[in-house]
C-alpha cells in the first residue's frame, strides 16, 4: 500500500533563511503522482505542484523547488529566502495509478513557522 | 469562481445526533471526495465517488454514508455522531480519477461532538 512519511513535525526559521521539507513515499506502482499543498493559518488547502513518476526533471517557481529523486524515493519541497507569509503546514501526497487512482495518500504534514 | 463549496462551516452535536456535511462544486468534475483531518495525521479519506451514482470506501469510511445522485453533490452523512469523529472534514473534486489529476477542496467543515 502506499505510504508518504514526513519525519519534519515541525519546523522553525527566522525570514530569509533557506527551508527543505523532506517527503518520502513507498508504493509498489510503477505510474504514480506526487504533489505538495499547503495549509495556511485560515485553514484552506492550497495545490503547489504535482509531479508524476517518470519526470524527474527538478522544478522551481520562484522562490520554491522541489527535488524529485526516485532513487530515494523522495520528493522534498524547498523555501528559498523564507517570508513569514510562508507559515503553514505543508502536505506531501501521493496518489497511484492503479486501482483507487486517485485514492490519495497525505503524509502527516509539516508546521513551517518563518519568524521576523 | 466558486470551486468547492462545503456547508456548514462550524458544527456541534451531541452524540448519538445526526448531520449530513454538505458538498457541491461547479466545475463539473468526476471524481469527488471526503477527508477528515485530525493533528499528527494528515488528512485520510472517507469515501469517494468516480460519477453519479459510483460511491466506495476509503482508509476510514466507518459511521459515515455518502451518496452520489448528480455530478455536483456528494454529501456526507454522521449516522450516529460519536466523540471520535470530532474532526475537520474537507470534500475535494478532481477532473477525473486517472492521470493523477490534482484535487480541489473546499475551506472545510470543522466539527464538534459533545
Known amino acids: 500500500a502506499q505510504k508518504v512519511t514526513q519525519a519534519q513535525t515541525e519546523i522553525s526559521v527566522v525570514e530569509k533563511e533557506d527551508v527543505t521539507l523532506d517527503c518520502v513515499y513507498e508504493t509498489r506502482d510503477t505510474t504514480y503522482y506526487l504533489f505538495w499543498y499547503k495549509q495556511p493559518p485560515s485553514g484552506e488547502l492550497v495545490f503547489l505542484i504535482r509531479r508524476n513518476s517518470f519526470d524527474e526533471q527538478n522544478e522551481i517557481s520562484g522562490r520554491y523547488s522541489w527535488n524529485f529523486q526516485k532513487s530515494t524515493s523522495s520528493f522534498n519541497f524547498t523555501i528559498t529566502a523564507s517570508q513569514v507569509v510562508d507559515s503553514a503546514v505543508y502536505f506531501c501526497?501521493?496518489?497511484?495509478?492503479?486501482?483507487?487512482?486517485?485514492?490519495?495518500?497525505f503524509g502527516a504534514g509539516t508546521r513551517l513557522t518563518v519568524k521576523p | 469562481n466558486a470551486g468547492v463549496t462545503q456547508t456548514p462551516k462550524f458544527q456541534v452535536l451531541k452524540t448519538g445526533q445526526s448531520m449530513t456535511l454538505q458538498c457541491a462544486q461547479d466545475?463539473?468534475?468526476?471524481?469527488m471526495s471526503w477527508y477528515r483531518q485530525d493533528p499528527g495525521m494528515g488528512l485520510r479519506l472517507i469515501h469517494y465517488?468516480?460519477?453519479?451514482?459510483?460511491?466506495d470506501q476509503g482508509e476510514v469510511p466507518n459511521g459515515y454514508n455518502v451518496s452520489r445522485s448528480t455530478t455536483e453533490d456528494f454529501p456526507l452523512r454522521l449516522l450516529s455522531a460519536a466523540p471520535s469523529q470530532t474532526s475537520v472534514y474537507f470534500c475535494?473534486?478532481?477532473?477525473?480519477?486517472?492521470?493523477?489529476?490534482?484535487?480541489?477542496f473546499g475551506d472545510g467543515t470543522r466539527l464538534s461532538i459533545l
Open positions: 465517488s468516480v460519477g453519479a451514482g459510483i460511491t
Open positions: 466545475m463539473n468534475h468526476e471524481y
Open positions: 501526497a501521493l496518489s497511484e495509478e492503479g486501482y483507487n487512482n486517485n485514492d490519495m495518500r
Open positions: 475535494a473534486s478532481s477532473y477525473q480519477d486517472t492521470g493523477g489529476w490534482p484535487q480541489h
